[in-house]
């Protein structure tokens, strides 16, 4: 079919050939960084290694009297009035078009995980709570929010989401992480994909790849994974971000696996990224990426080698700003070390994306948006139903609900108790950039857990004290608090994390841990707690699962929230009082001890305890565990008893009902077990699931049609199949706790994947008719 000559995709693909013809080396170049403006290049450093690889202050029309390909976090920087920065955002999108040659508009792009980076910004939970909530079309939802407030203000990129897969919970960016299970990371990752872009804002897949499979749990450090590794496990949420929900970025990883980094790395960045996956969006380099190939990597002998490397292996893209893609990559094609046609193909690429956001339309005018509020109602509700969905109920012998709390004394304890910054992760604005100025408000309304509960108890005498703080080790508090949980019908002890960067929390990104033990002295104060005899009630706010089998024996209840956002103290406090039946389940396994890490549920049989080690890695909870205020029950598992290899799939459906006296929902969750293989594979490995709403006594028939490419995995001679042989699929509360479970055989001959097989689970949910009373009590 021949192209129509007047579409507007025909003509903005002429207006990208007539630029890449015409444009200069230098103005080439320019569209291939960003720059970054009003950045403290020693106090608070938001990006590794800031303080050495930031330049001087520029200017901004010096930096870009060539053209400019990204405006780095002009929103997420500093605390500015969103409405003012968007007049000047888009100002300087009038001065690239009129007073430089190329009149070519630049890409704004902001850090946008829990939320737009930027003051005033609706904060979300993080991503183990999308986790926690299994629930894709929720998080969809949220992410389109965030993308509708970045497209108001003249936000086109964001850098969201990360689809690294959880391998240590020692690595301080867990909390930025949706979950161990790569199933359940692509299918919630691609969620937010769908939603962001929906907006008209490009997703940024991070980290490609390996990112999270470091050394001892070591932010930035060597990652010696196999490549089978890699494919079976690190690459699927990728792939199908890329291939099913059309990212439209991807940005490297700052890793080495086996030697090679990622940023130097045409194995990846190219061969099976654009070549094999059809991945036609920009890959971005991380903040500086591209220059540590020599100053960390140290394979590269300057900025200029470092250059060439970055952009032969398929890097487009240089941020923050042009370390080495401009005078280092101009001299390297002035001297012929490069082709220009490499620069070319990048340019054409960041040219394609900005054509298809309407930026080199004839009729494209920068405008200062209307006044937005980036905190309206409707996403305040948003992140409030996903902070309540999030909400894990780990243990708890009857203590909760509290119900009718009148006349009762509370005793609300610890350090994260009557704390804001405790709700909120590291790339959160209030944890990343407030910090660094102390005398500006958090310009979102956030009650914290103290303020939340006595709004949701205001007949309970509720009393409060820190006893301790997160990290500090002061013991000074810790008798008063225990003398307070004594005189008290109940005490809540409010434990866990404060996020931070590069060491200034217990969370976050550089801030990894060498003990999965709670931090400071809190352990001290719960030991202070228990030992009063009041029943007590543990609350983790956190960014990781901690090793804290002691409480999960001795409390009387334990509930764990993954920093759950501005809402998230609200939806804590509704869980306690029972306002909400909990329904989120564990997103990674819950450790017994850092001994057992790196841990995951998904290893083989090797990987359990055995009689020759004295270590048994078992977590102290499993992966997909949480219980409820109701009971349900399962019946009627059925499964095909044959499925063929060569792309077929397996249908099963079972029967869940609400057995209790309250609504509840119950995440259903599919997992199977290849019997034999020519390889080790894992003794479980979920394959599907379904979120269900049921009101008590009601049931639904939960189908489940599971694609053979979900068993698929690297053979003995390194291509991916489908084998025949004999699986089991079974339905489980959680990885642990098997309901039901039904053989099935895989027949004919080996199958190769070829790519063109559907990735992920479709799920049918089909309420049933009410049973009668009689039905119900025989």
């Known amino acids: ?69 990204h405006v780095t976090r002009h929103f997420g920087t ?26 070519i508009p630049a890409l704004a792009h902001e850090e946008c995980l829990t939320g737009l980076a930027a003051w005033r910004a609706t904060t979300y939970p993080v991503p183990p709570a999308w986790g926690a909530s299994f629930d894709p079309a929720l998080v969809e939802r949220m992410a389109r929010r965030i993308g509708e407030d970045m497209a108001a203000l003249g936000v086109h990129q964001g850098l969201a989401p990360v689809l690294d897969v959880i391998r240590d919970q020692r690595w301080g960016r867990v909390e930025e992480c949706v979950s161990e299970d790569p199933y359940a990371v692509a299918a919630i990752g691609a969620a937010y994909v769908r939603g962001l872009q929906s907006a008209g804002v490009i997703a940024t897949l991070k980290h490609f790849v390996g990112y999270s499979a470091s050394r001892a749990g070591r932010n930035l450090a060597p990652v010696h994974a196999g490549p089978r590794e890699v494919a079976d496990t690190l690459l699927f949420p990728f792939e199908v971000a890329v291939r099913d ?43 500086f990426g591209v220059a540590f190939l020599h100053t960390l990597h140290a394979v590269a002998d300057d900025a200029e080698d470092a250059a060439v490397q970055a952009l032969t292996a398929g890097i487009d893209v ?37 054509a298809a956001l309407g930026l080199l339309d004839d009729d494209y005018k920068p405008e200062p948006s209307a006044p937005v509020d980036l905190d309206p109602p409707a996403s305040r509700e948003v992140a409030r139903r996903l902070a309540e969905e999030s909400v894990v109920l780990l243990v708890n012998d009857g203590v909760l609900p509290l119900g009718g709390a009148a006349g009762r004394r509370v005793a609300l304890v610890g350090p994260n108790a009557d704390s804001v910054t405790a709700l909120f992760g590291c790339y959160a604005f209030v944890n990343h950039v407030l910090p660094q100025f102390p005398d500006v408000a958090t310009g979102i309304e956030v009650p914290t857990l103290l303020d939340a509960l006595r709004a949701e108890l205001p007949d309970a005498e509720i009393a409060h004290e820190r006893g301790t703080g997160v990290d500090d080790g002061d013991r000074t508090g810790i008798a008063a608090a225990a003398r307070l949980a004594a005189s008290s019908d109940v005490a809540i002890l409010v434990l866990g994390d404060r996020s931070g960067l590069f060491g200034r929390g217990t969370s976050g990104e550089g801030c990894d841990v060498e003990s999965l033990d709670l931090p400071g002295a809190q352990a001290e104060l719960a030991e202070a707690v228990l030992t009063t005899g009041t029943p007590t009630v543990v609350v983790l706010l956190t960014g990781r699962a901690y090793a804290v089998p002691d409480l999960l024996g001795r409390a009387a209840a ?83 008893e044959t499925v063929p290899a060569g ?33 080790t594979r894992p003794v479980a490995q979920l394959v599907g699931f379904a979120r269900v709403e049921l009101e008590p006594g009601q049931a639904a028939r939960v189908g ?6 979900l068993l698929a995995f690297t053979g003995r001679h390194g291509r991916r199949v489908v084998e025949p042989g004999a699986v089991v699929v079974s339905v489980r509360r959680s990885a642990a706790d098997v309901v039901a479970e039904r053989p099935i055989t895989i027949t004919g001959p080996v199958y190769e994947v070829t790519g063109a097989e559907r990735r992920l689970t479709d799920v049918s949910v089909h309420l049933l008719p009410r049973r009668s009373t009689a039905e119900e009590q025989s």
């Open 1 to 69: 079919m021949t192209p129509d000559p007047q579409s507007p995709d025909t003509r903005r693909s002429r207006r990208v050939d007539d630029l890449v013809a015409g444009l200069s080396l230098d103005e080439k170049l320019a569209q291939l960084v960003g720059v970054w403006l009003n950045v403290d290049r020693e106090e608070g450093v938001v990006a590794p290694l800031q303080d050495t690889m930031q330049g001087e202050d520029v200017e901004f029309e010096a930096f870009a009297r060539h053209g400019l390909g």
């Open 78 to 103: 500093r605390p500015v009035d969103p409405e003012w920065a968007a007049a000047r955002l888009a100002e300087r999108q009038r001065w690239l078009m009129e007073r430089t040659r190329p009149g």
């Open 245 to 287: 929900a059309g990212a439209g970025s991807v940005m490297h990883s700052y890793a080495e696996i086996d030697g090679v980094p990622v940023a130097a790395d045409p194995t990846y960045l190219t061969a099976l990224l654009r070549d094999a996956w059809g991945f036609e969006g920009t890959v971005v380099a991380d903040y």
């Open 318 to 354: 240089e941020l923050p700003t042009g370390v080495a893609y401009l005078e280092p990559l101009k001299a390297a094609v002035l001297a012929g070390r490069v082709s220009e046609d490499l620069v070319d193909r990048a340019l054409r690429r960041v040219l394609t994306q900005k």
């Open 558 to 640: 334990v509930v764990q929230a993954f920093f759950p956002g501005e809402a998230g103290a609200g939806a804590v406090a509704r869980v306690l009082s029972g306002a909400v039946n909990p329904s989120g389940r564990l997103p990674m396994s819950m450790p017994r001890s850092a001994a057992g890490q790196p841990y995951s549920y998904l290893h083989p049989r090797l990987g359990a305890a055995s009689s020759v080690s004295n270590i048994d890695p078992a977590p102290a909870l499993p992966f997909g565990h949480g219980l409820s205020y109701t009971g349900f029950a399962y019946t009627g598992l059925t499964a095909d």
């Open 647 to 679: 792309g077929g799939s397996i249908r099963c459906a079972v029967t869940v009902r609400n057995t209790g006296g309250r609504p509840g929902a119950e995440v259903v969750q599919v997992y199977a077990s290849d019997t034999v293989a020519s390889v």
């Open 704 to 709: 489940f049609d599971v694609p053979l490419r």
